[in-house]
């Protein structure tokens, strides 16, 4: 015992008056373990408790993080004070590093802070819809450097959190799951434009993912080249562009069913030619 005791107080550095045995070492090592399980583990159980309390996913995320985050300072602190080396001794030292890291990972501190705002400020939730170009998906998780978002083919995306931020994102539920969505066809000239409106809102009014406050309309939108051009518009809540394209593919089929029941024609392109003078038509010759 005496021989381990001698072992562990065999001094690895001096500071001034401090100095640092091999056995504050080994305690501070095993502190910070045990530390490090206790705070990942509670932050699990605040995490499971608030989601089986049914809270909110952004708050439940950032809530965790912040926890885990606190923790991981708080336990970083405590083992400087165990070691007897106050923090003013690392002024000089943080100064320098955070000189370095402002310089050579900007993006990194960018998207740390952007992933805060999003946390914070909830302009981005989880479970919403999201269109960034010819990108659309929903976004599962919001993280202290990305955001990810799974798009509508199943392929998940890892997104800056900064560019979420700095760019324009078209966010489909940010208030609610309201959306509108609309449906057009022609018919042939001649049919009857007020049986045709009729049919429409007949074939609006037999779905019942349709809402009826706010109301559907049949829009007589134009005469066009070859057809009469009618609009159906509907609002539905709808959490994906998946739900609307089954939305829109349902109205159609009813669309069609009720127009040939009612002898209405879909109408296709036509063209009409008149020709100036005389057509010949001549038949060749065989060989």
């Known amino acids: 015992m005496d021989r381990i005791e001698q072992i562990l107080n065999i001094t690895l550095l001096s500071v001034g008056e401090s100095s640092l045995t091999l056995g504050q070492l080994l305690s501070v090592a095993l502190f910070v373990v045990i530390g490090t399980f206790l705070v990942i583990w509670t932050s699990r159980l605040i995490r499971r408790k608030m989601t089986e309390n049914r809270v909110n996913a952004d708050v439940v995320q950032m809530v965790s993080r912040a926890y885990l985050i606190l923790g991981m300072i708080v336990l970083v602190v405590m083992a400087l ?83 979420l931020l700095e760019n324009t994102v078209t966010n489909w539920t940010l208030f609610d799951r309201l959306v509108r969505t609309t449906v057009r066809l022609g018919v042939a000239y001649g049919s009857d434009v007020k049986l045709v409106t009729e049919l429409l809102k007949q074939a609006a009014e037999e779905q019942e993912a349709v809402l009826k406050e706010p109301g559907y309309a049949v829009l007589f939108d134009d005469f066009g080249d070859s057809s009469l051009v009618f609009e159906l518009s509907v609002w539905v809540h709808a959490t994906a562009e998946r739900s609307l394209r089954v939305l829109r593919s349902d109205l159609r089929y009813r669309i069609d069913e009720l127009l040939r029941a009612n002898n209405v024609v879909i109408a296709f392109p036509q063209r009409d030619i008149h020709v100036d003078g005389k057509l010949v038509v001549e038949q060749g010759k065989r060989s």
């Open 81 to 163: 004070e165990i070691l007897g080396i106050p923090l003013a001794a690392f002024a000089f030292i943080s100064g320098a590093i955070a000189i370095g890291v402002g310089f050579g990972a900007q993006n990194i501190i960018n998207n740390f802070i952007s992933g805060w705002i999003l946390m914070w400020e909830r302009p981005i939730r989880i479970g919403d819809f999201l269109e960034m170009g010819e990108v659309r998906g929903t976004v599962e998780s919001i993280n202290t450097r990305s955001t990810y978002i799974r798009r509508v083919d199943g392929v998940h995306l890892l997104v800056p959190n900064s560019y």
